[in-house]
Nanobody, 122 residues
């Protein structure tokens, strides 16, 4: 099992910044990725950003140029720096860890944090 503990959510005005953190512990595979998803009321949970152990990243188009994902492998921690926040960024943000079982990365297990609320006022 893997445990994920998130922190850093809150309420900010549009144009402001927030930094989310997530610490992972437990059975973390050498080949894994960490990332952030978000879910707004009435909508599905969508990928925001993901970073692999080799620091390869991918971002949702809606956050490119505004959000930056990074990780500290020694601390099993992933960060999401969110700048130029918009009301549309309001959602519950979930930390994710994906343990890969093969090199193709098409066989995996997902683990989730409890979620942290991010609210952007206009």
């Amino acid at each position: 099992q893997v445990q994920l503990v998130e922190s850093g959510g809150g309420l900010v005005q549009a144009g402001g910044s927030l930094r989310l953190s997530c610490v992972a512990s437990g059975n973390i595979f050498r080949r894994h990725a960490m990332g952030w998803y978000r879910q707004a009321p009435g909508k599905q949970r969508d990928l925001v950003a993901r970073i692999d152990t080799d620091s390869t990243t991918n971002y949702a188009d809606s956050v490119k140029g505004r959000f930056t994902i990074s990780r500290d492998n020694a601390k099993n921690t992933v960060y999401l720096q969110m700048n130029s926040l918009k009301p549309d960024d309001t959602a519950v943000y979930y930390c994710n860890l994906r343990n890969y079982y093969n090199n193709l990365r098409n066989y995996y297990n997902d683990y989730w944090g409890q979620g942290t609320q991010v609210t952007i006022s206009s």
